[in-house]
């Protein structure tokens, strides 16, 4: 999947925000491919970090629940 950012307006929303966009293509009513921006989002580099961290925390504990099942075998 390929990602383009745009930044958001700061007059609207803090400065620190992203728009992130999904790259699609779409027929015309005509049938042409059209390639159109697909917004999937608002995000800042700190919440994606925090989700991030979250993400990692679950895998952490999840390999360590495999770990405990393969030391029973």
């Known amino acids: 999947m390929s990602l ?4 958001i307006n700061q ?3 803090d400065n620190d925000y992203f728009e992130l966009f999904t790259i699609e293509t779409v027929k015309d ?4 491919d059209v390639t159109i921006p697909r917004s999937i ?3 800042s580099l700190a ?3 925090q ?3 979250s993400y ?16 029973l075998q």
Not at 4 to 7: S, T
Not at 29 to 32: F, K, Y
């Open 11 to 13: 007059e609207v929303v």
């Open 41 to 43: 989002g608002q995000y």
């Open 51 to 53: 989700e991030k961290q």
């Open 47 to 49: 919440q994606l970090e």
């Open 4 to 7: 383009i950012a745009k930044q």
């Open 56 to 71: 990692l925390t679950a895998i952490a504990s999840i390999e360590e629940k495999e770990t405990a099942i393969n030391n």
């Open 29 to 32: 009513i005509d049938g042409n």
